[in-house]
């Protein structure tokens, strides 16, 4: 891979070295300076020739409003051009940073269009399209040792944690004893959860999930879910506020239910002891929106912009009950899905959690 990715670098570069020798010769600053020399050529002229006509048929020249005119004249003039100037000199520019900002938001996919009157955008565009390619050459790369070596840790661990268990019903253990192979079972699982979470993402970044939709009751689904953690909001002591329409989504039952897991984990783990999580599912027209709330502390603003990012831990007294992972693994199956999310701090406290789904 990294030999690979090595030899495209160098060919880009040969690539970019040919096409340069062969860009046109004029920068954009000769550009931008001809511009102006251009507009003030067309601007005076213009002026002089409206003037011109103006003395004919109303016959001004010996008023004194003249030189008002021609500046109010030039100044419209040059305005008019000044705008179409910027848009032709600019607009490469601007969408070269639209394509950055894309590039900020983790699409290393894109490419801007190189051909260009203008040698320096040409370079520009290029030396761009050569980074990008080089990101993504480092993500795919990445993201394979990542896979890989996540793989080859799942038969170790589910071994492990085989013995543990075989180890916890035994009877004539101390109970010292006994406490390591819960630890032992504890830190296994949590491995064996982070492990299923990398495989997964991994799947669904380089789009190996089976496209096997089909018709079920997303409020149902919702529902086990937050039965599977009674536990947790029980030993929290917190109180639910349920308000879920009937509602049937064609999807990919499995990938949904990571999504509504996580939500509703986190709800249960930030929220304050004795505090309220509400749920609320509905429809409006083809969109079906789910939220979840909860009365914890909410999220910093700092840590708004990143939580979905992969391994990102925002709230550092969690650290140990988590991996970074969860949200960012909804973010993408909710992508996958042509869904959204987006997550807010509530007034009164606590963080509130937007899912949007279209119906097709």
């Not at 991994?202 to 536990?231: A, C, F, W």
């Amino acid at each position: 891979m990294k030999k690979k990715l090595g030899s495209e670098i160098e060919k880009l570069e040969k690539e970019i070295k040919t096409k340069i020798e062969k860009s046109p010769i004029l920068g954009i600053r000769t550009y931008y300076w001809m511009a102006i020399l251009i507009e003030f050529i067309i601007a005076t002229g213009l002026s002089l020739i409206l003037i011109l006509i103006l003395d004919k048929v109303f016959n001004i020249s010996d008023d004194s409003m003249v030189p008002v005119f021609a500046v109010l004249m030039c100044s419209t003039i040059t305005a008019g051009i000044s705008f179409y100037l910027n848009r032709w000199v600019l607009s490469p520019i601007r969408k070269l940073g639209g394509a950055m900002r894309q590039v900020a938001g983790g699409d290393f996919k894109i490419q801007v269009a190189t051909k260009s009157k203008i040698r320096d955008m040409e370079e520009i565009n290029r030396n761009f399209n050569l980074m990008v390619r080089a990101l993504d050459a480092t993500e795919v790369l990445q993201s394979d040792f990542v896979s890989n070596v996540s793989h080859e840790f799942k038969t170790p661990i589910t071994a492990i944690e085989g013995y543990a268990m075989l180890l916890q019903g035994t009877p004539d253990m101390t109970e010292e004893q006994q406490e390591y192979v819960d630890k032992i079972l504890l830190n296994t699982r949590r491995l064996s959860g982070l492990i299923g979470n990398v495989l997964l993402l991994s799947k669904i970044e380089n789009q190996q999930i089976p496209g096997t939709l089909k018709p079920y009751r997303l409020d149902e689904q919702i529902r086990k879910v937050l039965m599977h953690h009674e536990m947790e909001w029980t030993q929290k002591d917190i109180d639910l506020d349920v308000e879920m329409d009937d509602i049937t989504f064609c999807g990919n039952e499995s990938l949904m239910a990571h999504v509504w897991d996580n939500l509703i984990n986190n709800a249960i783990k930030f929220n304050s002891q004795g505090g309220m999580m509400r749920l609320r599912l509905w429809q409006a027209g083809n969109r079906i929106h789910f939220t979840v709330e909860d009365e914890g502390p909410g999220i910093a603003p700092e840590d708004q912009d990143h939580i979905f990012d992969k391994f990102y831990q925002g709230d550092s007294s969690h650290k140990q009950e988590g991996n970074g992972l969860g949200l960012s693994l909804v973010k993408r199956i909710l992508n996958a899905c042509s869904g959204e999310i987006a997550v807010e701090n509530r007034k009164s406290g606590g963080a509130l959690f937007t899912v949007v789904l279209t119906r097709e």
